[in-house]
């Protein structure tokens, strides 16, 4: 089992930036990728952003490309997102999750974190 827990979510206007956090803890072995989802109300929860914890960045969303940078620390099993120039349309729940690279996808997920809310006010 893989547990993981966000922080760092909040209310910013549009234009600023917000940094979230996933710690990671458990078999994180068994769970070469991690990255970053996001759902917004009344849509489906699309993938943003996702990095090895062995190698490097795996891909980005076309819609965060240039403003949202993925990191990790392997040494505090932790993965962030930095997110600059943020927009009203980036307004959703983030959700941190880990799992396999797919073929076509950069990140399939076997594991959830619980969501943090990230607001932003035009």
């Known amino acids: 089992q893989v547990q993981l827990v966000e922080s760092g979510g909040g209310l910013v206007q549009a234009g600023g930036s917000l940094r979230l956090s996933c710690a990671a803890s458990g078999r994180t072995s068994s769970t070469p990728a991690i990255g970053w989802f996001r759902q917004a109300p009344g849509k489906e929860r699309e993938f943003v952003a996702a990095?090895?914890?062995?190698?490097?960045?795996?891909g980005y969303a076309d819609s965060v490309k240039g403003r949202f940078t993925i990191s990790r620390d392997n040494a505090k099993n932790t993965v962030y997102l930095q997110m600059n120039s943020l927009k009203p349309e980036d307004t959703a729940v983030y959700y941190c999750?880990?799992?396999?690279?797919?073929?076509?996808?950069?990140?399939?997920?076997?594991?959830w974190g619980q969501g943090t809310q990230v607001t932003v006010s035009s």
């Open positions: 990095i090895s914890w062995s190698a490097g960045t795996l």
């Open positions: 999750a880990a799992g396999y690279t797919g073929v076509i996808h950069p990140l399939l997920p076997n594991y």
